[in-house]
């Protein structure tokens, strides 16, 4: 079982840039993929970076590739996502995610699925 714990987030203006952490508590921090969703009101939660721990490869949604970066650091159990170039359109609630990964990557994971370990979310607002 993993504990996971975003900060963070706040206001920022069109252009801006933000970094997200989160720390997990618990055992094995680097057998998990992790990964960071975002949910806007009214809209489904979506995927937006995931690093695997088993090959170490990155995924990214179209819509933040080369504005966000996904980065973790197994000897403080926490992982970031920095933001750049911001965008009203990237105002949402961010989520932290932790998958257990056995012997492939499960990158990039999926919202529904039920096994995932989540966090209680931390607010970015974009504005202008």
């Known amino acids: 079982q993993v504990q996971l714990v975003e900060s963070g987030g706040g206001l920022v203006q069109p252009g801006g840039s933000l970094r997200l952490s989160c720390v997990a508590s618990?055992?094995?921090?680097?057998?998990?993929?992790l990964a960071w969703f975002r949910q806007a009101p009214g809209q489904e939660r979506e995927a937006v970076a995931c690093?695997?721990?088993?090959?170490?490869?990155?995924s990214y949604a179209d819509s933040v590739r080369f504005r966000f970066t996904i980065t973790r650091d197994d000897s403080r159990s926490t992982v970031y996502l920095q933001m750049t170039d911001l965008k009203p359109e990237d105002t949402a609630v961010y989520y932290c995610?932790?998958?257990?990964?056995?012997?492939?990557?499960?990158?990039?994971?999926?919202?529904?699925?039920?096994?995932?370990?989540w966090g209680q979310g931390t607010q970015v607002t974009v504005f202008s």
């Open positions: 995610a932790a998958g257990w990964e056995v012997a492939a990557s499960r990158c990039p994971l999926s919202h529904s699925d039920q096994s995932l370990h």
């Open positions: 618990g055992e094995a921090f680097d057998y998990y993929a």
């Open positions: 690093t695997s721990s088993v090959n170490g490869r990155t």
